[in-house]
């Protein structure tokens, strides 16, 4: 288990989905990831802001890929976060809050002209409702908004031990929620999995 930043960086470093990774045809957005050493908070007016890594977290990590738009296709953008905490109790207050934000916020800023709105989650721990990949999951509902137009929005969160993992998907005209959900799932499926073998589990 990493106990120092370091360790924690080069393990979210190990974990995050790349590009590549989501499949043929995504590349990097053009931020392609968030600044070392801060994390994403969503703050008292519901508005996300990134801001140094607080003192029970080691490392944060989010690496931004899309899937450009093609015919009457628009343009996937899909966000993994990794992030490692001191302690399992830490991770395990982080997948809790989560929860609660999309109660506490049911329409959330992202950037000056981006919003997700109808937010709706439920949590799944282990052993409840066929989740038996995580020590705990949430699953967040709604609809992104740019400018006047809108798209299906999903953010996954799951938790292995001292570690959190996100994946986030903003959708685009001509997909389905289905095939959205075949992107969260490869991104959830993989980022467990390298945890797993980074930590000494074995393939999961």
Not at 13 to 36: K, N
Not at 87 to 101: F, G, K, N, Q, Y
Request: overall charge negative; charged content about 25%.
């Amino acid at each position: 288990m990493p106990r120092a930043r370091e360790d924690g960086a080069a393990l979210a470093e190990a974990v995050a989905m790349r590009p590549e990774d989501w499949g043929a045809g995504f590349q990097a957005q053009p931020l392609a990831r968030s600044t070392e050493g801060t994390i994403a908070v969503l703050d008292d007016q519901c508005r996300w802001q990134r801001r140094a890594l607080p003192e029970d977290v080691l490392a944060s990590l989010s690496l931004y890929s899309q899937l450009p738009g093609t015919g009457k296709r628009g343009t996937v953008r899909v966000t993994a976060t990794v992030t490692v905490h001191r302690a399992v109790l830490d991770a395990d207050d982080h997948v809790s809050a989560t929860l609660e934000e999309a109660l506490r916020c049911p329409e959330q800023q992202v950037r000056a002209d981006e919003r997700i709105a109808g937010l709706m989650s439920v949590g799944t721990p282990r052993g409840m409702r066929g989740n038996n990949y995580a020590d705990d999951s949430v699953l967040e509902t709604g609809v992104y908004l740019v400018g006047a137009g809108k798209a299906d929005y999903r953010w996954m969160v799951t938790r292995l031990g001292q570690v959190t993992m996100t994946v986030s998907i903003k959708g685009a005209e001509g997909y389905t929620v289905a095939e959205l959900e075949q992107f969260m799932t490869r991104g959830t499926t993989t980022m467990l999995d390298r945890v797993r073998y980074e930590l000494g589990g074995g393939e999961g």
